[in-house]
């Protein structure tokens, strides 16, 4: 994973030019110290950042922003301060759910730190960290603590290991935006199930909107045929198991808050609490 980040001092009266430039790139702008900064993040494939707790910094600015809170697994706004911070720091709340999609969602007790309790026994137990996206191994005191505890590690991974799903934006429908701009951009288009170009305006808009195809595909079509070929194949091994009642084992897959399939799934995407 690697985030170039490329900042430059610029004069005052350039600031909104090169805002709206950046914009328009679907990067971030930003005021750094005293200085306002253009901040272009090429982020390279890797949403760990999404993981990073939100850090407000030493200034004293109140700039709103946007952080990935992986907790209730959803952007959140903050205030940032205007200057160090951590990279899970969004100009943009498309940005942020363009970059942290990525993070899959778990059910909500998987969610939890581990939690040892009061109690001074040793049981050896498995718990879901949120952080590295895997079970652990922890030693339980034998009281309290919280749901995220499981027997074997076996059972930990089936419970909370996320599933793979295209992200919700996806599904959005194609928006030009509200501008006057003619800028080339794809989205995916979910009735013939590829990316295709259109022209956007320069502003507003949705976050299916693509610079490059390739990301389009990479994002949307790859993973939306993923989804599907992982439903078909559970639904064939559901089948054998209990060919008379297929229906009510099928798969389920999920994209964002959306859920598609028989209600068994919305563990995956449960609302936050």
């Avoid at 899970?88 to 939890?112: A, G, H, L, S």
């Avoid at 498995?126 to 027997?151: H, K, P, Q, T, V």
């Avoid at 297929?246 to 068994?264: C, D, I, K, M, W």
């Amino acid at each position: 994973m690697e985030i170039a980040i490329v900042c430059q001092k610029l004069s005052y009266q350039f600031l909104y030019f090169f805002t709206l430039f950046s914009y328009l790139l679907h990067n971030s702008a930003c005021v750094c110290g005293t200085f306002p900064l253009l901040t272009l993040i090429y982020v390279l494939g890797n949403a760990s950042i999404c993981l990073l707790p939100p850090v407000e910094g030493p200034c004293q600015g109140l700039l709103p922003r946007f952080y990935y809170d992986r907790f209730t697994q959803t952007c959140q706004e903050f205030s940032y301060g205007g200057c160090d911070g951590n990279e899970n720091n969004f100009m943009y709340q498309e940005d942020c759910e363009k970059t942290c999609w990525k993070i899959k969602k778990v059910p909500k007790i998987c969610r939890m730190e581990a939690a040892v309790g009061p109690c001074r026994g040793l049981f050896k137990k498995y718990a879901f960290n949120l952080s590295i996206m895997r079970c652990e191994l922890f030693y339980y005191g034998g009281c309290y603590g919280n749901d995220n505890r499981f027997g074997d590690e076996a059972s930990c991974t089936e419970h909370c290991a996320p599933k793979r799903n295209a992200p919700s934006f996806c599904y959005s429908p194609k928006d030009e935006g509200s501008c006057t701009a003619s800028v080339t951009r794809y989205y995916f288009n979910i009735e013939t199930k590829a990316c295709e170009e259109f022209i956007y305006t320069g502003c507003g808009g949705n976050s299916n909107n693509f610079v490059k195809i390739e990301d389009c595909n990479s994002v949307c079509k790859q993973e939306f045929f993923m989804s599907q070929s992982l439903q078909i194949k559970t639904m064939k091994n559901d089948s054998l198991l209990n060919p008379f009642n297929v229906q009510e084992t099928t798969a389920l897959y999920s994209f964002g808050n959306q859920t598609q399939g028989t209600p068994n799934s919305t563990e995956f995407t449960d609302t936050p609490a």
